[in-house]
């Protein structure tokens, strides 16, 4: 499987940080194509340490723990529009923008895209193609909410970084995991499935 992943300037640079980590080890996904915009480099300085400034493959490799030399990621410059996933008769299973800004939330909304991440995000709509966005605000304004639903009936998937708690997670990773995890399940990537919910926790089937 082939697919697009982007990186915003929301909170939470550690749920793409686990993605793409989970995606790289699936065995199902053979080509990971990366953007990230300018303001997730700061975000993930901030949050994590992490120096994305000026990104290349040998960085973002290292960042996720893959090995040097490795061909699942390809990375792709923001302001790149003759990038791969920037057309439609490029066919890919689609795209996850984890987190996912108001701000690009709002440039996919209104059509009015201005980098390749929005471009992308408004390839996979006109090709009916699957466009999972994970906004991360709170409180959400009418703005965010109105886009969100104009997003919703465009045909993406508004998967909110909210975690779950019924897995009674130990760590932050075991809540990050949580969220990831329902993530990979839109394009069926397979995981461990050890935060899944069987309905035998609290009430065994008889
Ligand atoms: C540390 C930090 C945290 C931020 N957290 C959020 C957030 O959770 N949600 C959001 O919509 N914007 C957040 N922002 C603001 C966005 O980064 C800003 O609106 C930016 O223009 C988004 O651009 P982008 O979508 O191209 O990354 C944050 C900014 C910083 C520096």
Redesign the pocket.
């Known amino acids: 499987m082939e697919l697009t992943v982007a990186i915003?300037?929301?909170?939470g640079t550690i749920y793409a940080h686990r993605t793409l980590q989970l995606m790289a080890q699936s065995g199902s996904v053979d080509t990971i194509n990366l953007i990230m915009?300018?303001?997730?480099a700061?975000?993930a300085k901030?949050e994590t340490g992490a120096n994305l400034d000026v990104p290349t493959v040998e960085i973002i490799n290292e960042w996720l723990g893959l090995p040097a030399g490795s061909k699942i990621v390809r990375l792709w410059r923001l302001d790149n529009f003759a990038a791969k996933p920037s057309s439609g008769s490029n066919k890919q299973a689609g795209m996850i923008i984890v987190p996912c800004?108001?701000?690009?939330l709002g440039a996919i909304a209104s059509g009015a895209g201005t980098n390749l991440i929005h471009r992308a995000g408004d390839v996979c709509l006109k090709e009916g193609r699957k466009l999972v966005l994970v906004p991360?605000?709170t409180p959400y304004n009418a703005i965010h909410l109105e886009n969100m639903l104009k997003l919703s009936r465009a045909g993406a998937t508004i998967l909110p970084a909210s975690p779950g708690f019924y897995h009674r997670p130990k760590t932050i990773e075991d809540l990050v995991e949580h969220l990831c995890f329902r993530i990979l399940d839109q394009f069926d990537i397979p995981h461990s499935k050890k935060t899944q919910w069987t309905g035998d926790e609290i009430n065994p089937a008889v």
């Open positions: 915003t300037g929301a909170s915009s300018e303001t997730a700061t975000v901030v800004s108001m701000g690009t991360r605000e």
